[in-house]
């Protein structure tokens, strides 16, 4: 798409209202545009469009009409979460029109350079931690998009001495075009959102979006334990800082010594980072760092790579390194009851997330698992189910997938709680039973391998509600 500007007394539609859309009508509005927003909500589920509507902005609730999209309509902004098979969009798609997402208004907008992080798992936490190690190191960052402020609100308020750090999805990336971020980090990459994109290529290449517009004075940060990844090496214009668990590296991030399937989790390792010149600077011991889990550590090397890249002294890293608290819903430690202690990570909306997760532990495990059925067998969970829980609970829709699995580790303490039409009423029984299932010394813990669009709103709903069940055992 062009500078928002370049759309003055031309017709430009929104597909979709919440935060996002609300500030994509307001700038294109400011910019002369004629925006119409449109939402398949019905008007009393919009209460963002009286705000809309007092500065001139027309406004269609309760679907979408068949005179929306036009060959009048120069430019279709849509929200990340509408497919890319909605009816609005394949008629836009059709007519030869332009479907972004906001990355790509604001972008045009943003005086600052920005810090594009994505990765199937561990974006909220890289993209905070990135947000305090520059902050620490005094580099002006703002943190914006899927957390923090919304991105064109945001990137209005920016200016050149700052870094604009944000997280980005599939589905934001998917609808860019020029975005070219200054910093870009792919944590990693795991089969999910397949349902949106319809296969993992189509998911892969939205991911790698993200690089498309890089020139050779950027930086691209990869895991270089992933091998979809590194598979993308060949594609990378910009200059390649890698991180790496299991391999020391002559330019990156790595883990020293590196990390050796079988090992004893007591092993003493540091996060080095080596730069061009050859030096290798000792950021941290990795026992030093505020949050558990060995994800973790990958997202702490994915963070100290962009800090370094956007100027920070690797000097500086080891504090807001080791101060670092958990973000909500990920790992989350909520309380001991009885001796267990009970995590909430119900951002874990992928078996790979929740494998993860149970990795971080080496207490016993009794897991609060199941949600939204996309197809998967979830059989990536059988060896952690063998190694690392005690016993299981299921929920949701994929309750019976999750239960087998189990069953097939060899589970002997296994209970499916069926749904009920009150959601929070079933997880409510689902952490009273993984009570009843725990000794003390154990660890109880929500992390569903699934989304959380069978029964809740959100997966921060889903674990808002866990931990007030805790409580309140």
């Given at each position: 798409m062009n500078h928002p500007e370049?759309?003055?007394?031309?017709?430009?539609?929104v597909l979709g209202l919440a935060k996002s859309g609300v500030q994509v009508a307001k700038v294109l509005d400011r910019a002369g545009a004629k925006v119409?927003?449109?939402?398949?909500?019905?008007?009393?589920?919009?209460?963002?469009?009286?705000?809309?509507?007092?500065?001139?902005?027309?406004v269609v609730c309760g679907g979408h009409p068949d005179d929306l999209i036009h060959s009048g309509v120069k430019l279709v902004v849509k929200n990340p979460g509408i497919p890319y098979h909605a009816a609005p969009v394949q008629q836009a798609l059709a007519l030869g029109i332009e479907v972004v997402t906001e990355v790509e208004v604001a972008y045009h907008l943003c005086a600052a350079p920005m810090i594009g992080i994505t990765g199937s798992n561990g974006k909220t936490t890289t993209t905070t931690w990135v947000g305090e190690m520059l902050e620490h190191a005094g580099l002006n960052p703002i943190v914006a998009g899927n957390i923090g402020t919304p991105l064109c609100e945001a990137a209005e308020q920016a200016s050149p001495d700052h870094w604009m750090v944000v997280e980005l999805s599939s589905f934001q990336l998917k609808g860019t075009v020029d975005f070219?971020?200054?910093?870009?980090?792919?944590?990693?990459v795991a089969e999910t959102h397949l349902d949106y994109h319809g296969d993992l290529d189509d998911y892969v290449a939205s991911k790698a979006k993200l690089f498309a517009n890089q020139q050779p004075d950027d930086v691209a940060i990869l895991n270089w334990d992933d091998a979809v990844c590194r598979g993308l090496v060949p594609y990378i214009k910009g200059r390649l800082l890698p991180f790496s668990m299991i391999e020391k590296l002559d330019v990156g991030v790595y883990a020293d010594p590196p990390y050796v399937d079988g090992e004893e989790d007591d092993v003493k390792r540091q996060i080095i980072y080596a730069d061009e010149k050859g030096n290798h600077h000792t950021i941290i011991d990795i026992e030093n760092i505020g949050i558990a889990g060995?994800?973790?550590?990958?997202?702490?090397?994915?963070?100290v790579a962009i800090?370094?890249?956007?100027?920070?002294?690797p000097a500086v890293l080891a504090a807001p390194l080791a101060d670092f608290k958990a973000v909500e819903h990920r790992l989350e430690y909520v309380l001991e009851h009885n001796g267990s202690a009970y995590y909430n990570n119900s951002k874990a909306t992928n078996s790979k997330a929740t494998v993860m997760a149970l990795n971080s532990f080496k207490e016993p495990v009794v897991l609060i698992a199941g949600g939204l059925d996309r197809g998967s067998d979830m059989m990536e969970l059988l060896p952690l189910f063998q190694e690392r829980v005690k016993a299981v609970v299921a929920i949701g829709e994929t309750r019976t997938k999750i239960a087998k699995v189990a069953e097939l580790a060899g589970l002997k303490q296994i209970k499916v709680v069926d749904n009920e039409e009150d959601a929070a009423r079933t997880l409510t029984v689902a952490v009273q039973?993984?009570?009843?299932?725990?000794?003390?010394?154990?660890?109880?813990?929500?992390?569903?391998?699934?989304?959380s669009w069978d029964m809740f709103a959100?997966?921060?709903e889903r674990g808002r509600i866990f931990k007030e069940a805790a409580h309140n055992l």
């Open positions: 370049s759309y003055r007394g031309q017709q430009v539609v119409t927003v449109n939402d398949k909500k019905e008007r009393d589920q919009c209460p963002e469009a009286s705000e809309l509507e007092a500065l001139g902005i027309s070219r971020p200054r910093i870009a980090s792919l944590l990693n060995q994800f973790n550590v990958e997202n702490a090397m994915a963070a800090a370094v890249a956007a100027g920070a002294d039973e993984a009570s009843k299932l725990a000794s003390a010394g154990d660890v109880v813990l929500l992390s569903p391998a699934c989304a959100s997966y921060e």
